[in-house]
């Protein structure tokens, strides 16, 4: 297939609107942004921006960036366009995911970090594109609602996200009533317990590291509380 210049030009008033496009999804992008950046999460208000800036920016080459090619075969075909318009549009769902790859991490807990704002990217870059599109409507209504559910999500959490991982670090006699005591402790503090690691020191003291899931009962005037009570516990350390 042949593809050969038009005479027809994208009309000057026509690009400004298109702008005009680019303007209103690097806006959405802020939006999102600045929420995530209020939990000083990796990726702020520069990110979400520029994604959602240059998703509308190929978004609109992806429909108007080839309005000078015409198909032509053997004989000239008028007003067909030279291609594929969603082409570019298909390899920014797929290109923007090497963002997440810097962002999401593991800590040393080894707990998954950063998924939710690597989502927030993708997301953005979806806006820029219904944005450039010319979907106003979708594009500020999508802006909407991932705040509405960024907020939500955050202030009313069900499920695994009403727990935050701490560990605790534990030394104590080596006795199994004690095991026991803190056992049932732990288990009325609303704790899920993920990983024990317990060896024993010079001392023949027991020293037992924990990594846990807490709901905020367990708080650390708490646990110093519950060690003062107990001389059989001689070290203890809750939190980072």
Same mark, same amino acid.
């Given at each position: 297939?042949?593809?050969?210049?038009?005479?027809?030009? %994208?009309?000057?008033?026509?690009?400004? @609107?298109?702008?005009?496009?680019?303007?209103?999804?690097?806006?959405?992008?802020?939006?999102?942004?600045?929420?995530?950046?209020?939990?000083?999460?990796?990726?702020?208000?520069?990110? #979400?921006?520029?994604?959602?800036?240059? /998703?509308?920016?190929?978004? %609109?080459? *992806?429909?108007?960036?080839?309005? =000078?090619?015409?198909?032509?075969?053997?004989?000239?075909?008028?007003?067909?366009?030279?291609?594929?318009?969603?082409?570019? /549009?298909?390899?920014?769902? *797929?290109?923007?995911?090497?963002?997440?790859?810097?962002?999401?991490?593991?800590?040393?807990?080894?707990?998954? $970090?950063?998924?939710?704002?690597?989502?927030?990217?993708?997301?953005?870059?979806?806006?820029?594109?219904?944005?450039?599109?010319?979907?106003?409507?979708?594009?500020?209504? *999508?802006?909407?609602?991932?705040?509405?559910?960024?907020?939500?999500? #955050?202030?009313?959490?069900?499920?695994?996200?009403?727990?935050? =991982?701490? @560990?605790?670090?534990?030394? !104590?006699? +080596? +006795?199994?009533?004690?095991? +026991?005591?803190?056992?049932?402790?732990?288990?009325?503090?609303?704790?899920?317990?993920? +990983?024990?690691? %317990?060896?024993? =020191?010079?001392?023949?003291?027991?020293? @037992?590291?924990?990594?846990?899931?807490?709901?905020?009962?367990?708080? /650390?005037? $708490?646990? /110093? @509380?519950?060690?003062?009570?107990?001389?059989?516990?001689?070290?203890?350390? !809750?939190?980072?």
């Amino acid at each position: 297939m042949n593809y050969i210049a038009s005479s027809t030009d %994208i009309p000057l008033p026509f690009e400004a @609107a298109l702008f005009l496009r680019i303007v209103l999804a690097t806006f959405c992008g802020v939006l999102v942004g600045y929420e995530r950046s209020r939990r000083f999460k990796g990726a702020g208000v520069r990110t #979400h921006s520029m994604v959602a800036c240059t /998703a509308a920016v190929l978004m %609109i080459i *992806s429909k108007y960036g080839f309005t =000078d090619l015409e198909a032509g075969g053997a004989f000239l075909v008028e007003g067909v366009r030279g291609a594929d318009p969603s082409r570019i /549009a298909a390899q920014i769902v *797929s290109g923007v995911s090497f963002l997440g790859v810097g962002i999401i991490y593991r800590d040393s807990r080894n707990t998954t $970090k950063g998924l939710t704002t690597a989502a927030g990217i993708w997301a953005v870059s979806g806006i820029g594109m219904a944005v450039g599109a010319g979907l106003y409507l979708i594009g500020l209504a *999508s802006t909407i609602f991932i705040l509405l559910l960024q907020y939500f999500t #955050h202030r009313f959490t069900i499920g695994g996200d009403q727990y935050s =991982d701490e @560990a605790l670090e534990i030394t !104590f006699v +080596d +006795d199994p009533a004690v095991q +026991d005591l803190i056992r049932k402790k732990l288990e009325e503090w609303g704790t899920v317990n993920l +990983d024990t690691r %317990i060896r024993r =020191d010079k001392e023949g003291l027991i020293r @037992a590291e924990i990594k846990l899931k807490t709901k905020g009962i367990m708080t /650390a005037d $708490k646990v /110093a @509380a519950f060690a003062l009570e107990h001389p059989e516990i001689r070290a203890i350390h !809750f939190g980072e």
